[in-house]
């Protein structure tokens, strides 16, 4: 059973192969490289679909899925944390007896690693910028990690050859990761006691506001590879204003913010988004099209 129209709704970042493999699951398939920068663009790539796949750049509202008749399937190429965190109406496609799937730990390994290289860079001035007056070695820090999920446990992991003291502080504890010593902390006391702190939370999660960052204080590190922005913009505008104090942002998490922090000496942003290596592409296809698979099969047998 097929459908009888894919459309890629926007840049997936799904690898060659696995987009000419879209073609065993549709009669007609249309792809877009581009992010649509207005709804009706969106509504007009998905209005004829039977099946739409996306990016987490695009949102995929309820006033899009009620101009798409014919939809009966939404593919994320990206996560599905929770219906509130996502691109996609979800609720709302659930409710009209569409079929909503996400991907999971395709991009992890590469975040880690872009982390440890820019916080090793910054603690050593390798790109001119230093945090303190002399270089100081990972060893010496002690790091919190707020929203110890895939993301935040992959970098817990990738951390400890380095020796620096971890903690962390999430919604659950997790006993696995306190086995490892990584130490569980009550959010402000993870600022008041943590160097740097590293933020992995769900899309349109914002925890950190002017007390917060009164906890954190003076001479930190704060890094966001989130999606979006997870603190209020003044407090954080305000905190970079105190001696010592740095930020780190990939593209994605610098995307969230005015272009006039991209000015600021005590940002460090990237214009590229973390993760995005050769084998993350390939993951993040392998999963796209093993739940189109899923999906059409369980098609096939109720059918």
């Not at 899925?65 to 939809?71: F, H, V």
């Not at 509130?84 to 909503?100: E, K, M």
Request: hydrophobic letters at 35%.
């Amino acid at each position: 059973m097929k459908f009888k129209k894919l459309v890629c709704i926007d840049e997936t970042k799904m690898n060659e192969a696995s987009v000419k493999r879209l073609h065993d699951f549709a009669d007609e398939v249309e792809v877009f490289s581009d992010y649509p920068e207005d709804q009706q663009t969106i509504i007009d790539r998905a209005k004829n679909a039977e099946a739409i796949l996306v990016s987490w750049h695009t949102e995929i509202s309820a006033e899009v899925i009620d101009a798409a008749p014919n939809l009966r399937y939404i593919g994320m190429a990206c996560s599905l944390y929770d219906d509130g965190s996502a691109n996609v109406a979800v609720d709302h496609a659930r409710s009209n007896g569409i079929t909503v799937t996400g991907i999971f730990d395709y991009g992890d390994p590469g975040v880690g690693e872009f982390i440890i290289s820019e916080l090793i860079q910054l603690l050593n001035g390798y790109k001119g910028k230093t945090w303190k007056n002399e270089p100081v070695e990972l060893n010496s820090l002690k790091i919190g990690i707020i929203g110890l999920g895939v993301t935040g446990q992959l970098l817990a992991d990738y951390l400890q050859p380095f020796q620096p003291s971890i903690y962390y502080f999430s919604r659950t504890r997790k006993a696995d990761y306190e086995q490892k010593g990584v130490k569980f902390l009550e959010l402000e006391e993870l600022l008041k006691t943590c160097d740097v702190i590293s933020i992995h939370l769900p899309k349109h999660t914002e925890l950190l506001n002017s007390s917060q960052f009164e906890q954190l204080g003076r001479a930190k590190i704060l890094i966001n590879t989130s999606l979006g922005r997870p603190f209020e913009l003044d407090a954080f505008e305000n905190w970079l204003q105190n001696e010592g104090n740095f930020a780190i942002f990939d593209g994605d998490a610098m995307a969230s913010l005015p272009e006039k922090f991209s000015g600021y000496d005590q940002v460090i942003s990237n214009k590229v988004s973390a993760g995005w290596s050769l084998q993350t592409k390939n993951r993040l296809s392998e999963k796209v099209i093993e739940n189109i698979q899923e999906y059409i099969q369980q098609e096939s047998t109720e059918g």
